[in-house]
T-cell receptor, first 112, second 115 residues
Framework: DAKTTQPNSMESNEEEPVHLPCNHS???????IHWYRQLPSQGPEYVIH???SNVNNRMASLAIAEDRKSSTLILHRATLRDAAVYYC?????????????FGKGTHLIIQP | NAGVTQTPKFQVLKTGQSMTLQCAQD?????MSWYRQDPGMGLRLIHY???????DQGEVPNGYNVSRSTTEDFPLRLLSAAPSQTSVYFC??????????????FGSGTQLSVL
């Protein structure tokens, strides 16, 4: 899977929007961009994924750059429960059975 | 909805002991996998299975065995535990393997300490 680059940590205030960036300059044309998050002492949970167009769901929005070399996960109104490690992952075309490659992710800190 | 269930939640072993970490899913998923997570690190794939009777190695398979006799269960066996296997273990499943837009469902993890 192609490599992604994320900041080690970010801090935000409760009830404010959060923009988590991810760079993936070596992305191929058919790689999907996945985001997972891991709350303290829990397994990772799926957040959102996309290919080219921006995506919205009940948890977050995913904004994908036109050249697809970067993306941003947007939490529209952060709560204390959103404090977690957020992973940006590329999944190559064809799926493959070798799972997802998790980097160290971004540790999101939410201040009350 | 149970989803992916892992047992036990915590385990302490002595070096050389054997044990099996259990993983079960009730979503009729074809694909199941095991990851380990060391402190401050991302997850690394140990073994995976694309269906009953089929298993394969991931990034860090040494010291671990798996089998997949049913769709629901995917146990991970440590034959002779070593301190280097102290970690948190996560089981994950997904419906199919052939699409790169499939999402993984994770269990809550097993924290293993080998003394």
């Amino acid at each position: 899977d192609a490599k992604t680059t994320q900041p080690n940590s970010m801090e935000s205030n409760e009830e404010e929007p959060v923009h988590l960036p991810c760079n993936h300059s070596t992305i191929s044309g058919t790689d999907y961009i996945h985001w997972y998050r891991q709350l303290p002492s829990q397994g990772p949970e799926y957040v959102i994924h996309g290919l080219t167009s921006n995506v919205n769901n009940r948890m977050a929005s995913l904004a994908i750059a036109e050249d697809r070399k970067s993306s941003t996960l947007i939490l529209h109104r952060a709560t204390l429960r959103d404090a977690a490690v957020y992973y940006c992952i590329l999944k190559e075309s064809g799926g493959g059975a070798d799972g997802l490659t998790f980097g160290k992710g971004t540790h999101l800190i939410i201040q009350p | 909805n149970a989803g992916v269930t892992q047992t036990p939640k915590f385990q302490v072993l002595k070096t050389g002991q054997s044990m099996t970490l259990q993983c079960a899913q009730d979503m009729n998923h074809e694909y199941m996998s095991w990851y380990r997570q060391d402190p401050g690190m991302g997850l690394r794939l140990i073994h995976y299975s694309v269906g009953a009777g089929i298993t394969d190695q991931g990034e860090v398979p040494n010291g671990y065995n798996v089998s997949r006799s049913t769709t629901e269960d995917f146990p991970l066996r440590l034959l002779s535990a070593a301190p280097s296997q102290t970690s948190v273990y996560f089981c994950a499943s997904s419906q199919v393997t052939t699409r790169n837009n499939e999402k993984l469902f994770f269990g809550s993890g097993t924290q293993l300490s080998v003394l």
